[in-house]
T-cell receptor, first 110, second 114 residues
């Protein structure tokens, strides 16, 4: 059974810092990996999707990498802003379903 | 283009009552999903529909039924609600019948069962 782990569970950084969120998964037979953002009381917003054949994807200040063979992904956020404060979820795609990690709660302090 | 919509946003039920959660998408996606999100457990798949006319069980299907009414709509029914079904329910959709497509989520339904 696929298991997804996100470390750390919570992270607090001062505004302007670059930061890395980590995601690991136990079964490398995945189709893709997706990073989401969730604000309190809200739904999930898709940030980046990396296909299994890709190594990384970039969107603005966000860069996600994937090392399928080692079962790891990282989400790099450059020049963090208070508006980046949210919970970040990693999910890996098996056949038709996503398996989610429990998330990293990020707080960016002004 | 509203994306994925869910109704209701909030609901309080008494144990044993029934209700249906509604989900609709306007992105012409083939696949639709129902998840629940619980503190400390993350999101877990309840049921999914890979295409119109098909439904399959996910990780936690017990106590739920689903209907893929048409390509746009996918409903989740609780026949006899239990306190253990207190949760936030999310509907999602993805394009095509391929497993590599991005999933898009609705805003959620917050359900409390007393």
């Amino acid at each position: 059974k696929q298991e997804v782990t996100q470390i750390p569970a919570a992270l607090s950084v001062p505004e302007g810092e670059n930061l890395v969120l980590n995601c690991s998964f136990t079964d490398s037979a995945i189709y893709n990996l997706q990073w989401f953002r969730q604000d309190p009381g809200k739904g999930l917003t898709s940030l980046l999707l990396i296909q299994s054949s890709q190594r990384e994807q970039t969107s603005g200040r966000l860069n996600a990498s994937l090392d399928k063979s080692s079962g790891r992904s990282t989400l790099y956020i450059a020049a963090s802003q208070p508006g980046d404060s949210a919970t970040y979820l990693c999910a890996v795609k098996g056949s038709y379903q996503l398996t989610f990690g429990k998330g990293t709660k990020l707080s960016v302090i002004p | 283009n509203a994306g994925v919509t869910q109704t209701p946003k909030f609901q309080v039920l008494k144990t044993g009552q029934s209700m249906t959660l509604q989900c609709a998408q306007d992105m012409n996606h083939n696949s639709m999903y129902w998840y629940r999100q619980d503190p400390g457990m993350g999101l877990r798949l309840i049921y999914y529909s890979a295409s119109e006319g098909t439904t399959d069980k996910g990780e936690v299907p017990n106590g739920y039924n689903v209907s893929r009414l048409n390509k746009r709509e996918f409903s989740l029914r609780l026949e006899s609600a239990a306190p253990s079904q207190t949760s936030v329910y999310f509907c999602a959709s993805s394009g095509g019948g391929q497993p590599y497509n991005e999933q898009f989520f609705g805003p959620g339904t917050r359900l409390t069962v007393l």
